[in-house]
């Protein structure tokens, strides 16, 4: 099953490689991230990004499509990660594209309707532009979901999104996209991107009693044996953290 | 087999420690963990209905010294379960009793920390994650607590008898490696080894030696049975209300009646019988008590047998402040002169409250700054008693070193002023320059300008060889 062509990159949450068979993410995959709110996908997103760089000399690119960069940065300082520091030394590259409105520019794939393929070239421009300013081999794109939002139809947005990757995967980095989980209980309905990326990451939440009980389950990671069981996961002052050793207990 | 055999846990296994509300699982549990502890074992301790400082103090009481931090470990289930603010200490991991996951978590962060094998884990008690969790606590006694103790480690959980289902304890049982049952029947203590990894099923049989019992009143000594009676009546009479002796301390007179109740939430209820003492003189403790009911002396035991008493306090009163102020050990042994109970706070605790009150602190202060007057006075008395004594020995050891005899007497050799004397002695120059002037007139010595002529050193001999006046 497993192909030996594959390289692999740690993800930097301490347990998480355990779960995805010792070996991290394929090298050069785009991989979904779901999750609720609150359930710390832009945590372990910038996580994966700054290990990327501290521990494992792979430059960062965060798109952001929705929070401002700077208050990104502000909030994950208290894990005590020196955000702005990597910046200046440009190891790590922030892109704030929530503001693209209509820039006249070159269609793309299959979209040809109105400003909304400007979109998608405004965002692969930010992307390439970003890739060569900091040579990132760890890209960002939070949150997709709001990409996806203005395409309407069912058909269109999947095209989008296959386009999307297609894109990314010329690009030869390794692509986490955050998607906000629809329905946060233990039953649900897959998300169609979920069928498009090589691997979903779902961070999943739920109460018991007064309590928010978090669980990580890796529920597809192509080219990987993965550990697809939930396993109970905290954010603690150091970051994300994975007990991939331990049963959720419900 | 005894019950020291029992209370070493074997490794590789859990064991189910099962019995009705008081009938002394969690001493049995206390004990194993000093056992551990008493040969280094690391220990895990989950509490679910006690704070981790609550727990510290009952060890300290039978007999545990100062923890080592690496060694005993605590999982405080306890705080975050009734939603107190939980106070930070290195040792200590919090979770919620409510949230079985929380507890799995803090057990394998605690285990990596400790990073060897054969850990002593210790849950008390099983009994609140059943009833908040019910079929769940099943899976975690499995995947958890029976994984752990397999890792190369041994487990004992306390479970109380007779709050679920009774199927629900036999499904617990048979999980566990080993089950012990705790009763009480009269004054015996009975347990019941259902089954043990290591021993046979048996039952062990153990006279409750923890209350005046019948048996000192066998000799119908009246004094005896008086005690006994009267120590009865203290235990009801001790169900009163922490909050309402709280308020009766002059020291929250300015507390309102909610914040009082926050603080008695921290206490512990310590009951004492006459003569037994709360700490001694040189321990560490950080528990600062409050009398609810009875009597206690602080005193400070001298090598020559007689007590120097320093106070006696009745209810309202409170001893111990000083283990609240720094880490040191205690100044003075405080023992209960009459059945006794007190209201036990711990440092941090106390220290988090002071925090929201100066006025409390102000008012400790007051009362600290007329424990030091005492305390100077009698200091003072126990100077001008002394220094003679010790002036004598200087003088003599001075002879010793320096001397040179002369027609007159001995002579020291060496020039001595009055405040070198003084430093030497221990004493001011004032009461030096009297007790010369004393020795002088009983023509033991002469002194004149730094010298200083002895002339009946036997009589000096007496003179030091004196304890008191």
């Not at chain 1, 006249?104 to 692969?124: A, N, R, T």
């Not at chain 2, 931090?69 to 200590?92: M, N, S, W, Y």
């Not at chain 2, 005896?224 to 709280?246: C, H, I, N, W, Y």
Request: aromatic share 6%; with cysteine; proline share 5%.
């Amino acid at each position: 099953m497993i192909d030996m062509k594959f390289e692999y990159i740690p993800t930097g949450v301490p347990g998480m490689d355990k779960i995805l068979g010792d070996k991290g993410i394929p090298k050069g995959h785009t991989i979904l991230i779901c999750g609720g709110p609150g359930s710390g996908k832009t945590t372990f997103a910038i996580q994966f990004l700054y290990k990327g760089v501290t521990e494992y000399h792979e430059p960062g690119l965060y798109i952001t499509l929705d929070e401002d960069p700077e208050d990104i940065k502000n909030n994950m300082s208290k894990f005590g990660w020196n955000l702005e520091k990597l910046e200046k030394e440009k190891k790590l590259a922030f892109v704030n594209i929530s503001p693209v409105r209509v820039v006249p520019s070159d269609k793309i794939g299959l979209i040809q309707l109105g400003m909304k393929e400007f979109k998608l070239v405004k965002l692969l421009e930010a992307i390439r532009k970003g890739i060569e300013e900091v040579q990132a081999q760890r890209v960002i794109i939070d949150p997709v979901t709001i990409f996806m939002l203005q395409y309407p139809d069912e058909t269109e947005r999947i095209h989008a999104m296959r386009d999307l990757i297609t894109e990314f995967r010329k690009t030869g980095c390794t692509h986490l996209l955050i998607s906000e989980l629809r329905g946060t209980g233990l039953e649900r309905e897959y998300q169609f991107e979920e069928y498009l990326s090589q691997g979903v990451i779902l961070l999943r939440t739920f109460l018991k009693g007064d309590n928010l009980i978090r669980m990580c389950q890796v529920e597809k990671m192509r080219g990987l044996d993965v550990d697809t069981q939930p396993r109970p996961y905290k954010i603690t002052n150091s970051g994300m953290e994975v007990y991939p050793d331990l049963t959720v207990f419900r | 087999m005894s019950l020291a055999q029992l209370q070493v846990i074997p490794k590789n296994s859990l064991i189910l420690l099962a019995g009705p509300p008081g009938a002394g699982k969690s001493t049995f549990c206390h004990q194993a963990v000093l056992n551990a502890l008493a040969t280094d074992r690391p220990t895990i301790f989950v509490t679910t209905e006690k704070s981790p400082s609550g727990i510290t103090c009952l060890l300290k009481e039978k007999g545990m010294g100062k923890p080592v931090h690496t060694t005993l470990t605590f999982i405080d289930a306890f705080a975050q379960t009734v939603g107190l603010k939980t106070p930070e200490r290195p040792d200590t991991i919090c979770a919620n009793s409510e949230d079985l996951n929380s507890m799995s978590m803090a057990i394998t962060k605690l285990q990596q920390k400790i990073g060897k094998r054969d850990i002593l884990l210790v849950f008390d008690s099983l009994t609140s994650p059943y009833l908040f969790n019910r079929e769940e606590v099943f899976r975690f006694m499995r995947f958890c607590l029976v994984k752990f103790a397999a890792e190369g480690n041994s487990v004992i959980a306390l479970m109380d008898e007779g709050c679920g289902k009774s199927e629900d304890l036999v499904a617990m049982m048979s999980i566990a490696d080993g089950v012990i049952k705790i009763t009480t029947e009269g004054n015996i203590q009975l347990l019941n080894v259902v089954k043990h990894p290591k021993m046979k099923s048996t039952r062990i049989e153990i006279p409750l030696g923890f209350k005046p019992t019948m048996k000192s009143a066998m000799h119908f000594d009246p004094s005896v049975m008086r005690q006994f009676v009267k120590s009865m009546f203290v235990q009801d009479e001790a169900k009163v209300e922490p909050l309402g002796t709280l308020r009766s301390v002059p020291l929250f007179s300015s507390i309102s009646v909610d914040d009082l109740s926050n603080l008695s939430r921290q206490l512990t209820r310590r009951r004492y019988r006459k003569g037994d003492i709360i700490f001694h003189k040189d321990d560490y403790g950080s528990t600062f008590h409050i009398i609810s009911i009875g009597k206690v002396k602080l005193s400070i035991p001298s090598e020559e047998g007689e007590d120097v008493l320093l106070a006696r306090l009745g209810s309202g009163d409170f001893f111990g402040e000083f283990a609240l102020l720094d880490d040191k050990p205690r100044s003075a042994t405080a023992t209960a002169i009459e059945p006794t109970e007190t209201l036990a706070l711990e440092r941090d605790d106390f220290l988090d409250f002071l925090k929201g009150y100066p006025e409390v602190a102000i008012c400790m202060l007051g009362v600290l700054a007329q424990r030091i007057r005492n305390l100077d006075s009698q200091l003072e008395n126990i100077i001008s008693v002394e220094p003679h004594v010790r002036l004598a020995q200087t003088l003599l050891k001075l002879m010793k070193n320096h001397g040179s005899e002369t027609p007159q007497g001995w002579e020291i050799s060496i020039p001595l002023t009055l405040s070198g004397l003084a430093g030497m002695v221990g004493a001011d120059t004032a009461t030096i320059k009297r007790l010369l002037r004393e020795f002088q007139n009983n023509g033991i010595i002469n002194t004149k300008a730094q010298q200083y002529i002895i002339h009946k050193p036997e009589e000096l001999q007496k003179k030091a060889s004196h304890k008191t006046g």
